[in-house]
């Protein structure tokens, strides 16, 4: 089945620091791919997402690109801020574009920032 | 931004009891939710589709006499575990679906002694 896997964490980064989050999945078909934030107390936010290959999301300064030969979605950001502590978890869609139907999820990655 | 609420946000349960949890989308009309399960350190995992004025659906392995799902009103769903036991203590964690994405409550934290 769908399945998607993602660096285990938790990370911790200092301020300014450049970003990696590893995900990579395994799918039929042509899913749409997401990553998911969640800070301390709130539900997870959508933060980003790409619906087909050669894609790239961005939001906030994070960035993510749908590469299809290597099925990964690693979400990348130039320079963290204490701001950006949180859970993130990358997440698919078996169906195209679909955002708002059934999502399988990475076990989430825990993110730190130190000042 | 949508807002979906949970509520309780923690509960502890006797053993042989049940839980009621609520999650209701607080600005905008869900004719479908979904209710997540989570594990320590482990991923979310989906228990069933709640669609409104239907029966909701079960993902294979998920007991539905145990977790009942009702789905009264386009603003609420209410999943309740019955006959609570100490392997059902976790976080579960509802989203409203709207038109392009779903819209995750906070979670409600289950334990069960």
């Known amino acids: 089945g769908d399945s998607v896997t993602q660096m285990e964490g938790p990370v911790t980064l200092s301020e300014e620091a450049f970003l990696t989050i590893n995900c990579t999945y395994t799918a039929t078909g042509y899913p749409s791919l997401f990553w998911y934030v969640q800070y301390p107390g709130e539900g997870l936010q959508l933060l980003l997402k790409?619906?087909?290959?050669?894609d790239k999301g961005s939001n906030k300064g994070f960035e993510a690109t749908y590469r299809k030969e290597t099925t990964s979605f690693h979400l990348e950001k130039g320079s963290v801020q204490v701001s950006d502590s949180a859970v993130y978890f990358c997440?698919?869609?078996?169906?195209?574009?679909?955002?708002?139907?059934?999502?399988?999820f990475g076990q989430g990655t825990r993110l730190t920032i130190n000042p | 931004g949508a807002v979906v609420s949970q509520h309780p946000s923690w509960v502890i349960c006797k053993s042989g009891t049940s839980v009621k949890i609520e999650c209701r989308s607080l600005?905008?009309?869900?004719?479908?939710m979904f209710w997540y399960r989570q594990f320590p350190k482990q991923s979310l995992m989906l228990m069933a589709t709640?669609?409104?004025?239907?029966?909701?659906?079960?993902e294979q392995g998920v007991e539905k006499d145990k977790f009942l799902i009702n789905h009264a009103s386009l603003t609420l769903s209410t999943l309740t575990v019955t006959s609570a036991h100490p392997e059902d203590s976790s976080f579960y964690i509802c989203?409203?679906?709207?038109?392009?994405?779903?819209?995750f409550g906070p979670g409600t934290r289950l334990t069960v002694t």
């Open positions: 709640s669609n409104e004025g239907s029966k909701a659906t079960y």
């Open positions: 997440a698919l869609s078996p169906f195209k574009g679909q955002g708002a139907q059934k999502l399988v």
């Open positions: 989203s409203a679906r709207g038109a392009y994405e779903q819209y």
């Open positions: 600005d905008f009309q869900a004719t479908t």
């Open positions: 790409a619906t087909k290959a050669d």
